[in-house]
């Protein structure tokens, strides 16, 4: 081998041993209770819905102590063929190559994780293609919808909807059930004080819809069977309201106690709810380890409307700061430990709704993050005038620095 060659193998052997027993409190960023790990990730904005079949093989590195190995061209050297599931001896660094193809014509934008990775604060993954800093598994969160839309309707002002024993009902369609389905309006709040354009002493009932609601009408049995429950599209005109198309959540209707001239139906008019309760967003689940913060609280105009949040939690070893929007898990909270936090949204005429966020400390973590939004090209055509599939290699380590072996079960994708 000529010697300037040799000097760059040595180079780079030398580069990559450096980086390879960088202590675990070495970081470009400080890592102390983040959520995120500070990743610099090739995060782009607008991101295309990825199309194509992408595949993936996923094969060791072959590695000397704690080094890569390279041949005498200065290649990294595979270790064996493909995997899809392996374990870090304590103490010990392992690098790996995954190499994503995609047949379709367009770029692909491809996160790449860890399926039941070992759930210990001392083990690290990282990449060095592309480049991301060095990371351990601290808390992370997900968030899901809080999916319905609540209405509210007063109906003390209508003959034969206020008697004692008349039902209310809400009968809707969905985008998803062309059918007419309906709800009883049981719930009651008491209004203490006029608000706007509530009536002033008059019971408001709501009642939750699916964010898909298109369509719906107020009904009554007017306590003498003029509303049909069996086929919610035969009524008595008097004992229903035209059908509403414009679904608005936080609105409330009520009736004016007069039918319409036309048709006879009952007619409605509309006023705000001030805050009235509306969840968009909430923290789902959070997995977190002993001495470790994750955020939950929600932000009001942002994840929720309504008058006030508050916060309650059910398990040990767990605080939450309502100011501050973090749960705490104390140094008990070991591998394996659970908890749940009940988030209650209060509106300003005291109806309420909740959502729970599930706390664990698994043994082993659902998902670990190799990498995130890394760009497939799509199928081209190479210097040569060949038509080739786009290809990309993730070169991504594990880095223990635990006294146990970690591990894990599978190696995959989403797009």
Known sequence: MKTSKKLIVMLLVLILGIAAFVPSTFSWYDHKDSQTGNRMTYSRNDLPVSAGTISLVTKKYRMDGNNVYYDQKGNKEYDGGAISSGSVAKETNQYYGTTITNTGSAPAYVNLYLKNFTNDPNNYIGTLQPSLTHKNLSSSVHLTNKNFIRVYVQVGNANNWKDSNAKTYLVYKTKTNSNYQYKQITNNINIASDTGNILNGVATRYVDLADNTTEFFFATDGNDGGFN???????????????????????????????????FNAQYATFAIPGGVSVNTYFDTATINKNQHAYVTLTKGTNYTGASASYEISGNNISINGNTGYI????????????????????????????????????????????????????????????????????????????????????????
């Not at 309201?241 to 048709?263: R, S």
């Not at 209650?344 to 993050?369: C, E, F, Q, R, Y």
């Open 229 to 263: 429950t069996s086929n919610c599209t035969v009524t008595q005109p008097w004992y229903r309201t035209k059908t509403i198309t414009n679904v608005q959540a936080e609105t409330g209707y009520y009736l004016t106690g007069v039918a319409d001239d036309t048709t």
């Open 328 to 415: 705490t898990a104390g140094s008990s909270f070991n591998n394996g430990s659970t908890a749940t936090v009940t988030t209650t949204i209060t509106g300003s005429l005291g109806d309420t709704t909740t959502v729970t966020t599930a706390i664990t400390n698994p043994a082993l973590m659902p998902s670990a993050a190799v990498a995130l939004n890394v760009e497939i090209p799509g199928r081209h055509t190479d210097e040569e005038g060949k038509t080739v599939d786009g290809t990309a290699e993730i070169v991504w380590y594990i880095q223990n620095t635990s006294s146990n072996t970690c591990s894990f079960s599978g190696i995959y994708y989403t797009k």
